[in-house]
């Protein structure tokens, strides 16, 4: 599990001393990039900059102080730069690397054709002049996810989930086939109680939801789990957590994202026969108070406290 850093805008010193240390070039640094300073714990441990056009942007000068190496800091400076980037509108990020092209696949890059790139792209002065053309060109679509990273009214956190052997290939399954991100719906009635399922493959109460199917937005899913599970239809759904899941199996680990939505439900009629097709809805129940046995108590306590 990669470690949480925090963005800063950049002092220009600092970021030029660290891409110096690296051999990444400072030449342009007095050009259009909004630069960063990535700390943790309250200690620099790299940097990184975009330049920003519209529906498109360009990742550049990130780097990790050598203190700092082999502990996932790059990876992290990359994923906090994605939400900065998606947040401001973005829809695709590009770069040039002349070294780095298979730790930017890891983290969902794709090399793509040079002269595909949009033309603004194209005319910085790290396409134009100071990466030759044998650097490598990758592109990343932002997601949803992106966008919900570092968001000031959503909650981060990170959750690590030991599984046997066998839950751990089905888990490893799905996300190697592209499903790794599942919401949940916080909903409550009018009079404030709020909406939970027992359901056969979770200890004690959950929230009701699953996994995003393919083509789905976060919203529409959690739309379609509420009411497929419960009958209850949800309007306002709105993301109030994002919760980076580490699911393990002694040293075998995959990842996956569960956000939560909080929803203010239509109706409060619940379904005589809830769930779908052979899924297991032992049971689905109103809660004035939630229940000792829940899961995901933290994310749900405190999204009730803020609201």
Same mark, same amino acid.
């Given at each position: 599990?990669? &470690?949480?850093?925090?963005?800063?805008?950049?002092?220009?010193?600092?970021? *030029?001393?660290?891409?110096?240390?690296?051999? +990444? $070039?400072?030449?342009?640094?007095?050009?259009? /990039?909004?630069?960063?300073?990535? !700390?943790?714990?309250?200690?620099?441990?790299?940097?990184?900059?975009?330049?920003?056009?519209?529906?498109? @942007?360009?990742?550049?000068?990130?780097?990790? /102080?050598?203190? #700092? %190496?082999?502990?996932?800091?790059?990876?992290?400076?990359?994923?906090?730069?994605?939400?900065?980037?998606?947040?401001?509108? !973005?829809?695709?990020?590009?770069?040039?690397?002349?070294? @780095?092209?298979?730790?930017?696949?890891?983290?969902?890059?794709?090399?793509?054709?040079?002269?595909?790139? $949009?033309?603004?792209?194209?005319?910085?002065?790290?396409? !134009?002049?100071?990466? $030759?053309?044998?650097?490598?060109?990758?592109?990343?679509?932002?997601?949803?996810?992106?966008?919900?990273?570092?968001?000031? /009214?959503?909650?981060?956190?990170?959750?690590?989930?030991?599984?046997?052997?066998?839950?751990?290939?089905?888990?490893?399954?799905?996300?190697?086939?592209?499903?790794?991100?599942?919401?949940?719906?916080?909903?409550?009635?009018?009079?404030?109680?709020?909406?939970?399922?027992?359901?056969?493959?979770?200890?004690?109460?959950?929230?009701?939801?699953?996994?995003?199917?393919?083509?789905?937005?976060?919203?529409? !899913?959690?739309?379609? =789990?509420? %009411? =497929?599970?419960?009958?209850?239809?949800?309007?306002? $759904?709105? &993301?109030?957590?994002?919760?980076?899941?580490?699911?393990?199996?002694?040293? %075998?680990?995959?990842?996956?994202?569960?956000?939560?939505? @909080? #929803?203010? @439900? *239509?109706?409060?009629? +619940?379904?005589?026969?809830?769930?779908?097709?052979?899924?297991?809805?032992?049971?689905?129940?109103?809660?004035?108070?939630?229940?000792?046995? +829940?899961?995901?108590?933290?994310?749900?306590?405190?999204?009730?406290?803020?609201?």
């Amino acid at each position: 599990m990669d &470690p949480v850093v925090s963005l800063v805008p950049g002092d220009r010193g600092v970021v *030029e001393r660290l891409l110096s240390e690296v051999g +990444l $070039p400072t030449e342009d640094l007095d050009g259009p /990039a909004d630069l960063f300073v990535a !700390a943790r714990d309250g200690e620099v441990v790299g940097c990184g900059g975009v330049e920003r056009y519209g529906e498109a @942007a360009l990742l550049r000068s990130v780097a990790v /102080a050598p203190e #700092a %190496r082999g502990e996932g800091y790059g990876t992290a400076i990359c994923r906090a730069l994605f939400g900065e980037v998606a947040r401001g509108g !973005a829809d695709d990020l590009y770069l040039l690397t002349t070294d @780095a092209a298979g730790f930017f696949e890891r983290i969902g890059f794709e090399p793509v054709e040079r002269a595909s790139v $949009p033309e603004a792209i194209g005319e910085t002065h790290q396409f !134009a002049e100071l990466c $030759p053309e044998t650097a490598t060109c990758m592109r990343r679509e932002l997601t949803e996810i992106d966008r919900l990273r570092g968001h000031p /009214a959503v909650t981060n956190q990170r959750q690590r989930i030991d599984l046997t052997r066998e839950e751990f290939a089905g888990v490893a399954d799905a996300v190697g086939s592209g499903v790794d991100r599942w919401v949940g719906g916080l909903v409550r009635s009018a009079a404030g109680a709020v909406l939970l399922v027992r359901n056969g493959w979770s200890d004690g109460w959950v929230i009701p939801g699953g996994k995003v199917e393919e083509g789905e937005s976060l919203g529409e !899913a959690v739309r379609r =789990e509420v %009411r =497929e599970e419960t009958g209850v239809s949800i309007r306002g $759904p709105e &993301p109030v957590a994002l919760v980076e899941q580490t699911f393990t199996d002694g040293d %075998r680990e995959v990842d996956g994202w569960f956000v939560v939505f @909080a #929803a203010d @439900a *239509e109706s409060e009629a +619940l379904a005589l026969d809830p769930g779908v097709e052979d899924e297991t809805i032992h049971e689905v129940r109103w809660f004035d108070r939630l229940p000792e046995e +829940l899961e995901h108590r933290s994310v749900i306590e405190r999204v009730l406290s803020d609201r």
